[in-house]
């Protein structure tokens, strides 16, 4: 016998409870919408992508959330380190073009997000963890989920209910509910990298690392192969690989097994991981690098990984996040109160301005041409400042030129320094 499917109503739903979905809930309960999050994990729970720019902090204080996360007591970040062979250079992004925040945290996103999730909680905003979505149709007036409750993990039948809202955000990350239920996907134009990592017992003697930078050093034959080294306050440090699917193909073993062959290539990592403990099991993510035909719909806009996801070369995914969750909690709040809007141009193009920016860096680093740019030897003050810009994550302030015109300035650029 079916049962009549429970009805409920919600001014916004918003799927995924991450660093998109819980800044776009706080602010929007800010205006006084009733908020729903869907989750479909259970916090805290693992993610990648650890390292913070400081242009989120911007977001971070705008959804309320700033003493939560400074009293936490994450491991502080002031720049990047690259390294290639002997070869070595630091951005301290306190040292910038752009106003605004010059430092940030490196964090385990398994707290970090707990944080912000229940920052968005305390603010209003009801947050379900273990539902999953399962369909939704934009055909009505309003946008009707449909959900299932896992939360009881089998001790139960999972009961199935219908959220029935004003909009929907998607902020699944790379679940990608949305695109993949509505078919928004489309080719992202990079190729097939894969992402291997886990978080160590890093070992690393005082003095010998500068924890308050991300470290990110080029493979020492292959320079679209690049390592990340993200200290945490504990005395931990996440620790990744990134390289082409093709490449990967001449190893064999565990993850972890990889991610070690690979990692001791490096002879400056051997030696900075020598006491290193290896007491986590890796884990790898392949094709990650994901687009989509637009970023918004009748009823619907799609933030964050959920929209596209570059590459976590520049650490700009939780940046890009948060911009997209102000972006479209601005745009919606005008939109609920009766306003006209226009998604594409409110929304759409202002995020893609910054994405279209970091994206002709990361092009530019798989082609060796950025560093050039980075570890040349006569770098001009003012333009070193821009470009420390864009790595603490201002991707919109065309006031930089390496904004206004990343692809030309940047091309430019390079030839100089090659």
Known sequence: MNHPQQIEQHDILIIGAGPAGAVAAALLRQQGHAVL?????????????????????????????????????????NGASFVRGEQQTAFDFRDKFSAGWGTTYQVPRADFDQILAQQAERQGASVRYRHCVLDVDFSGERPRTRVRDESSDGKEPPREYIVESRFVLDASGFGRVLPRLLELESPSGFPVRVAHFTHIEDGIAR???????????????????????????????????????????????SETEVLQALVMQDPSLRALLKNAQWDTPARKLTGYSANVSSLHGKGYALLGNAGEFL?????????I???????????????????????EQD????????????????ES??????????????????????I?????????????????ESKRRLTALEAVCA
Do not use: C
């Open 37 to 77: 999050i869907i989750e479909r994990e259970r916090f805290p729970r693992f993610s990648i992508g650890e390292s913070l720019l400081p242009q989120s902090m911007e977001f971070i204080e705008q959804a309320g959330m700033l003493q939560a996360v400074v009293e936490h007591g994450f491991q502080f970040k």
């Open 321 to 343: 996040a948060m911009k997209s969750a102000s972006l479209a909690a601005a745009t919606l709040n005008r939109m609920l109160a009766g306003e006209s809007v226009d998604w």
């Open 347 to 362: 929304y759409a193009r202002p995020l893609k301005k910054g994405v279209d920016t970091f994206r002709s860096f990361v």
């Open 207 to 253: 003095g010998e690392f500068d924890r308050n930078k991300i470290r990110i050093t080029v493979h020492p034959e292959h320079h679209d192969v690049w390592y990340w080294l993200i200290p945490f306050s504990n005395g931990r440090s996440s620790i990744g690989v990134v390289a082409e699917a093709s490449h990967l193909q001449q190893y064999s073993g």
């Open 365 to 386: 680093w798989y082609a060796g041409g950025f560093q050039q740019v980075i570890f040349h030897e006569h770098q001009e003050a003012q333009i070193r400042r821009m």
């Open 388 to 404: 420390s810009s864009i790595l603490a994550g201002y991707a919109w302030d065309t006031a930089n030129p390496f904004v206004a």
């Open 311 to 319: 590459d976590p070369i520049f650490s700009s995914g939780v940046t």
